[in-house]
């Protein structure tokens, strides 16, 4: 995928933003580098802290909007800095994708997650603080991959096996839950749906001979 073709499909997106009356709000940043066989996207995966809903998951850099914020997107770009290093007051924002809710199957106060994208023009040197176990860049044509597509087998009641994409080592690289919807979107905006969630997620997948490690507390990436 082109970059020329993310820019152009995210300036005319739209997007959802969710109300966010009563509720928490957080903001994520999809961050894209170029690379020779085309753009490469930013994960992070977030260290295991007790009580954390999001504790071990494939996750985009972010975090909660604090008050001094001075607007959601900051939060992002604060969060970004924070947590890998990377410096975006000087990237190049492309757009923003549709709000999402998250937390909301962890019985806790649900949060609205904005995420917007950006891309870097130059080098950027990975330095994950405490919060982030490890931080790499990953292919994003490699993300409709119909082999990296599988099964995470959530153990939250009700859950079951839930879609996901396999970034890395099996045991520990799977995005699912939020930043699986978010990427949902972004290939749904450049005009390269992912396949559907459902249907390519096969029922057998809880019998993985992997088993993800207790991830399921939360919704998700």
Same mark, same amino acid.
């Given at each position: ?26 903001? #994520?940043?999809? !961050? ?10 930013? $994960? ?20 909660? #909007? ?46 609205? !997650? ?17 919060? #982030? ?40 690289? #799977? ?10 979107? $972004? ?13 390519? !997620? ?20």
């Amino acid at each position: 995928m082109k970059l020329d073709r993310i820019r152009s499909a995210l300036a005319g997106h739209r997007p959802d933003t969710t109300a966010a009356a009563g509720k928490r709000r957080a903001a #994520v940043a999809m !961050v894209l580098r170029p690379a020779e066989a085309g753009p490469e996207v930013l $994960f992070i995966e977030r260290a295991r802290h007790d009580g954390d809903p999001w504790s071990g998951h494939m996750a985009f850099p972010g975090g909660r #909007v604090e008050p001094g914020d001075e607007h959601v997107r900051r939060a992002a770009e604060r969060e970004t800095l924070e947590e890998v290093g990377v410096d975006l007051e000087a990237a190049e924002s492309l757009g923003r994708l549709d709000d999402m809710e998250g937390h909301h199957v962890a019985g806790v106060p649900r949060m609205v !997650v904005s995420a917007f994208v950006y891309h870097l023009s130059g080098p950027a040197n990975l330095e994950p603080n405490h919060e #982030v176990a490890e931080a790499f860049w990953f292919p994003v044509g490699s993300l409709l991959d119909p082999g990296r597509h599988v099964g995470y087998a959530t153990e939250r009641p009700g859950l079951g096996t839930l879609p996901g994409i396999l970034v890395g080592v099996p045991e520990r690289h #799977v995005v699912w839950g939020l930043t699986y919807r978010f990427l949902e979107g $972004f290939f749904r905006i450049c005009g390269e749906p992912l396949p559907d969630r459902w249907s390519s !997620v096969d029922a057998s997948a809880a019998a993985l001979p992997w088993k993800p490690e207790q991830r399921s507390t939360g919704s998700g990436g």
